[in-house]
């Protein structure tokens, strides 16, 4: 069975200061790999997903089939990057998303 | 759209008690998903729905927990009975086709006394 690991519960950064999020996981297949980000009193939403390549709101991701990594990166954090991230991971075929534990990051202004 | 709604979004209730959650979906939206969200455990999937139909329930704690997905546009997860580690947020997600974007609703913040 597949498996997301969010190695930090909580995550303080300084405002302008870089920012990664980890997240490993552990599947045999082709997995395809989001970040989801929740926050304060909004709900759970889409940030990236591996296979679009693309930058949100400063953050970037990229997979690494060698380490299984998906960390979630941004070059200088904002205060608005405080929130809830949760790395989850689908396996090819199925449709249902297995997530990690989430990481809290606070952004000290 | 409103977007994924559910109700109540908040409930208080006693041990023993049943309870009903309730998500309408996306309109068009054929995967229906029911997290479950607490601080040990982060978010997990509880069951999903594709066209109405139950799929994957193995995430389902146990036999006091029960979902159904009557149309397309309704779906309830109860618990009978309730019990105090029940407490939690429960959230309600839709897809439009496999493997695309998630959309949660607010979820329901139960709290079981």
């Known amino acids: 069975a597949q498996r997301v690991t969010q190695p930090e519960k909580l995550l303080s950064v300084f405002k302008g200061a870089p920012v990664e999020l980890k997240c490993n996981y552990s599947y045999s297949g082709s997995p395809e790999l989001f970040w989801y980000v929740q926050y304060s009193r909004q709900r759970l939403q889409l940030l990236l997903r591996?296979?679009s390549r693309e930058s949100i709101k400063g953050f970037t991701a990229d997979l690494n089939k060698g380490e299984t990594s998906f960390h979630l990166k941004k070059p200088f954090a904002q205060e608005e990057d405080s929130a809830m991230y949760y790395c989850a991971l689908r396996p090819s075929g199925p449709s249902q998303l297995t997530f990690g534990k989430g990481t809290k990051l606070s952004v000290i202004p | 759209d409103a977007g994924v709604i559910q109700s109540p979004r908040h409930e208080v209730t006693e041990m023993g008690q049943e309870v009903t959650l309730r998500c309408k979906p996306i309109s068009g939206h054929d995967y229906l998903f029911w997290y479950r969200q607490t601080m040990m455990r982060g978010l997990e999937l509880l069951i999903y729905?594709?066209?109405?139909?139950?799929?994957?329930d193995s995430g389902m704690p146990e036999d006091r927990f029960s979902a159904k997905m009557p149309n397309a546009s309704f779906s309830t997860l109860k618990i009978q009975p309730s019990e105090p580690r029940d407490s939690a947020v429960y959230f309600c997600a839709s897809s439009l086709v496999r493997g695309r974007e998630q959309f949660f609703g607010p979820g329901t913040r139960l709290t079981v006394l």
């Open positions: 729905f594709n066209n109405n139909v139950p799929i994957d």
């Open positions: 591996h296979i």
